[in-house]
């Protein structure tokens, strides 16, 4: 493999401007909500160095110039969250789509995806911020491990049972999730609210459930969709579980 230089992030455009936005955003809503920093986990930005077929590739034909690429994306994000750590956030989005259930089988994950994660939250939760990890497509043989992995909450996406990933995780991850994004979030108020009691009946004994979408909303999404998941999540009566 050919040698990887070290990357300052410091200096891209692109980072410089996430940054302008970022201190605009905590100045405006800092305490009065959860300000987060989106990032990629290792898995992902290697995908997207190599490109992720060309990766998946590699954990079979080429493992070890696999888990040099992936050492090397770690230490660029571990380097890069301490940007956002210097502004103050309340914690980080940590995002890792290539490391779907849907892509990668549970042995996989195991060896090429959970070691590096792990190095990621532990950075994280050392500074004392917390993590909200998100895995796209259906994580269900897996939540096993990311409950060893211990992010402060796990945003999981509408392809899992939310009876299965409270069962998996039990009281040891938050978890956040999981109204479709697409059949559910760009319907109607009725179909919204059937489906967040639905989550909140499977999800919120004992606490540490927190009602969301299971992926991004599109930008489409109807506003009212929005706060009619946001006024049945309010309107819930369940024990507090683990804070974020």
Excluded at 193 to 204: I, N, P, R, V
């Amino acid at each position: 493999m050919v040698d990887l230089v070290p990357v300052d992030t410091s200096g891209d455009e692109r980072v410089k401007a996430t940054i302008v936005a970022a201190e605009a955003l905590l100045k405006e809503f800092q305490g009065e909500y959860f300000c987060y920093a989106t990032i990629p986990l290792p898995f992902t930005l290697a995908g997207h160095i190599r490109d992720a077929a060309r990766l998946m590739s590699d954990m079979i034909k080429h493992a070890e110039q696999a888990h040099q690429l992936l050492d090397y994306s770690t230490e660029v994000i571990l380097k890069h969250l301490k940007l956002y750590a210097e502004l103050n956030v309340d914690g980080f989005f940590i995002c890792d789509p290539s490391a779907s259930g849907n892509l990668l089988s549970p042995r996989h994950f195991e060896a090429f995806v959970a070691p590096y994660t792990k190095r990621v939250i532990d950075a994280v939760h050392e500074i004392e911020m917390s993590t909200i990890m998100h895995i796209c497509g259906d994580t269900t043989k897996v939540l096993p491990m990311i409950a060893e992995l211990a992010p402060s909450a796990l945003s999981f996406d509408h392809a899992v049972d939310p009876a299965v990933a409270k069962q998996a995780i039990g009281d040891s991850v938050c978890l956040l999730g999981n109204l479709d994004p697409s059949d559910t979030m760009l319907a109607d108020v009725d179909a919204v609210t059937e489906a967040a009691l639905a989550c909140l009946d499977k999800c919120s004994e004992g606490g540490g459930y927190v009602l969301g979408a299971g992926c991004d909303l599109a930008v489409e999404t109807p506003i009212e969709n929005i706060r009619t998941m946001i006024d049945v999540g309010h309107a819930a009566e369940y024990p507090a579980g683990k804070a974020l």
